[in-house]
């Protein structure tokens, strides 16, 4: 009689093991119902909580209001409940700085009550971080951001504005909300900026639906300098002919686009394409 039960209990951990192959679900993470509507962004803290926001109003039947944190379990963590208010609005990305604090950027105006512009910065424990003070923010909707080493942050989206100044749809701001005038883009890009990537040496990559960066010509992807002028060392030419939505760096400084576009400067090329950064 042990010895099948020693038997029966090594047939179920080898059936175990070769079900969880790479790729499988994970059957030690249990979402329950999960959200209610969309997740569109990610962040591992480093005790290994997860934070994910989106357009959800619910976590596993728990209120939750368009941001979350679960524990590594997937379970809902209740001590973390910020609250992004209204019914319209959602949050496009999120990222941690280094001592924890949470930035957020995409449609909403009211976080806990004060005006937020659609960018913003939660203590770790969920909270409003009260230093951080971004005005009317970034006017109309924000879509991605970048954290800079200096803590300083670039900002895309569809915004035309910057608390009040004038920034199409890519600005930098200091580490306590407020604009950073030294980054000036000038006209900036022309329509929607949906992504942003930065590079070692400082410049940033851009991509989305807009067609000219400052007056001059560049189809869905473009690189600026640290200051926010345009980089004319790096000509897409005729570029990507619809949208890119999402980009990625190599190590050696080749880049990787995703979207809805079929070519690429002139070449056909379905929704995904890597391009030479230097």
Not at 191 to 216: E, R, W
Not at 258 to 271: A, K, Q
């Amino acid at each position: 009689m042990k010895k099948i039960s020693l038997s029966l209990f090594a047939l179920t951990a080898f059936s175990f093991v070769a079900l969880a192959q790479p790729g499988s679900l994970d059957p030690t993470f249990n979402p329950g119902l999960g959200t209610d509507y969309s997740v569109f962004t990610t962040a591992l803290q480093a005790d290994g909580k997860i934070l994910i926001a989106g357009m959800f109003d619910a976590y596993n039947g728990t209120p939750r209001n368009k941001i979350a944190r679960l524990n590594k379990d997937g379970s809902l963590d209740t001590g973390f409940n910020p609250r992004i208010l209204g019914e319209l609005g959602y949050v496009s990305q999120i990222a941690l700085q280094a001592d924890g604090k949470i930035l957020i950027v995409g449609m909403f105006l009211n976080f806990k009550g004060p005006t937020r512009g659609n960018v913003t910065r939660l203590n770790a424990n969920g909270r409003r971080d009260r230093r951080f003070k971004p005005g009317d923010g970034a006017m109309v909707s924000a879509s991605a951001l970048a954290l800079q080493a200096d803590g300083k942050i670039i900002i895309v989206g569809e915004f035309t504005e910057y608390n009040g100044i004038s920034r199409n749809r890519v600005a930098r701001i200091n580490a306590n909300g407020s604009l950073d005038t030294g980054f000036d883009p000038g006209t900036g890009a022309n329509n929607t900026v949906l992504s942003i990537a930065l590079q070692v040496d400082g410049k940033i990559i851009i991509a989305g639906n807009f067609t000219s960066y400052n007056g001059t010509t560049r189809n869905r992807i473009a690189r600026l300098n640290a200051d926010g002028s345009l980089d004319n060392g790096f000509d897409p030419l005729a570029g990507a002919n619809e949208l890119v939505f999402t980009t990625a760096l190599q190590a050696d400084g080749k880049i990787i686009i995703g979207g809805s576009f079929t070519s690429y400067n002139g070449t056909p090329i379905n929704h995904i394409a890597r391009i030479i950064g230097e």
